[in-house]
């Protein structure tokens, strides 16, 4: 059985390239600017029509929110215009410079750091709600993940994670 650090390690190298930069690719964009990063958005929304069905970012604003998993960060920004104090946490740097880009660009309030929900070392009992999409099992250890999510939680907080698999929404 591979170590976590190797998975984590492995993980970091991997998606230290953006998770959706195919789609990027597809649809021509070659900057990061707003315009681009709005039709990068919209696009990422009609693949995944579902996604703010069953994450109520309109119910976040004045609450903690921390995203796990930031990608080109469609979410994350759905979270903050929406008004929430976000925090997102991702294992490669990519994806964090892309969220902190996408909040320093339009002078929003939030922030991403690099770390892993394995061993995030933020504060227990922090968060209103724990998002994230398409990432824990990625990890190597699913369980390790809900507790760690469990432990971020405040009292009455909710999590809000997707695990893709053969009978997800997509399929």
Same mark, same amino acid.
């Not at 315009?35 to 069953?54: A, I, N």
């Not at 925090?87 to 339009?106: E, F, K, S």
């Not at 824990?136 to 939680?153: A, D």
């Given at each position: 059985?591979? &170590?976590? =650090?190797?998975? &984590? !390690? =492995?993980?970091?190298?991997?998606?230290?390239?953006?998770? %959706? @930069?195919?789609?990027?690719?597809?649809?021509?964009? !070659?900057?990061?600017?707003? !315009? @681009? $990063?709005?039709?990068?958005?919209? @696009?990422?929304?009609?693949?995944?029509?579902?996604?703010?069905?069953?994450?109520?970012?309109?119910?976040?604003?004045?609450?903690?929110? #921390?995203?796990?998993?930031?990608?080109?960060?469609? #979410?994350?920004?759905? /979270?903050?215009?929406?008004?929430?104090?976000?925090?997102?946490?991702? /294992?490669?740097?990519?994806?964090?410079?892309?969220?902190?880009?996408? $909040?320093?660009?339009?002078?929003?309030?939030?922030?991403?750091?690099?770390?892993?929900? #394995?061993?995030?070392?933020?504060? =227990?009992? *922090?968060?209103?709600?724990?998002? @994230? /999409? %398409?990432?824990?099992?990625?990890?190597?250890?699913?369980?390790?993940?809900?507790?760690?999510?469990?432990?971020?939680?405040?009292?009455?907080?909710?999590?809000? /994670?997707? #695990?893709?698999?053969?009978? *997800?929404?997509?399929?």
């Amino acid at each position: 059985m591979t &170590d976590t =650090a190797d998975i &984590d !390690k =492995a993980n970091e190298e991997f998606w230290n390239e953006l998770c %959706g @930069s195919g789609l990027a690719q597809h649809l021509g964009i !070659k900057d990061h600017g707003i !315009k @681009s $990063l709005k039709q990068f958005d919209r @696009s990422y929304l009609e693949f995944y029509p579902y996604l703010l069905k069953h994450v109520p970012v309109g119910e976040m604003a004045g609450k903690k929110v #921390l995203e796990v998993g930031l990608g080109y960060g469609t #979410l994350g920004q759905k /979270i903050v215009d929406a008004g929430a104090d976000y925090t997102g946490l991702d /294992i490669a740097d990519g994806p964090v410079n892309m969220m902190n880009h996408r $909040l320093q660009m339009q002078g929003l309030p939030g922030r991403a750091i690099k770390g892993s929900i #394995l061993q995030s070392g933020l504060p =227990a009992e *922090s968060f209103d709600y724990v998002v @994230s /999409i %398409g990432c824990f099992h990625h990890t190597g250890n699913i369980q390790r993940c809900v507790n760690e999510t469990w432990r971020l939680l405040k009292p009455e907080g909710t999590a809000f /994670i997707m #695990l893709y698999n053969q009978f *997800s929404c997509r399929q």
